[in-house]
């Protein structure tokens, strides 16, 4: 063993055990901000159980890396503009990867497949590829819908743990879309039950009248629903066969996504 590997050696037995430790520190404070909310350094304390002087050291380094950003009149802090650009990079990362699969789906199927990530209690539109025929969805990049009445949101509700799918259901306006919405949170609460069995969700014209979408998750290593594939298209085209065939290849390709990306 070299000088340098020697060095190397000691300095990980000296500081190698704290400096993880202060890694899973920075990253239990950052996830007290799952919910987007704002807090003060006494709440972050209590939610992460360190000592304020401790927490108030890790949450001053995270906010010079721009990884929290503090309100001065409020003393409340919230996630920075860093984490927003490495997002932006990892939803961009998600979408080349997803890209070839969301084609291949559109020549398969003959209708729009669309790809859309989760935000709070909504999913973001981040792709889509829109098949020929002229009677198709009308979703667009950069919509956002609410998850509880769209088939891409309950086939992340289902592969989120389970008290995280419950608050955002009580987060949501459950409202009426269509005679077909469902409202109450227990009866889609056991739909997601039912979707975590099968491996896809179905909006049975509960966005939007006329029209049928299936949809299944991409998954992370937990097991989580970090995003939704799905494909759409009128009811008199997606007849229950039809949503049966179309499943199983949203399925396939969604196990391929997540093998890549994780």
Known sequence: MDKNDLEEKKATV????????????????????????????????????????????????????????????????????????????????????????????????????????PDDTSVIYLEKTESQHSVRSCTSIGMRLPMYCTAVGKAILAFLPPEDASAVLDRSMLVPRTVNTLTSKDTILKEIQNIRLTGYAVDQEELEEGLICVAVPVLNLKGNAIAAISCSGPKQRMKDDRVQKISELLLQHARQVSYIIN
């Open 14 to 117: 000296r500081g190698g055990a704290p400096s993880v430790q202060s890694v899973r520190r920075a990253i239990e404070i950052l996830q007290c901000f799952n919910n987007n909310e704002a807090l003060t350094l006494t709440q972050i304390s209590k939610k992460v159980g360190l000592h304020k002087s401790t927490t108030y050291g890790i949450v001053s380094t995270l906010r010079e890396a721009e990884l929290l950003y503090k309100d001065e009149e409020t003393e409340k802090y919230q996630l920075g503009t860093e984490l927003c650009r490495i997002a932006a990079n990892v939803r961009m990362g998600l979408r080349n990867i997803c890209l070839p699969h969301i084609g291949k789906l559109c020549v398969e199927t003959d209708e729009t497949v669309n790809l859309v990530i």
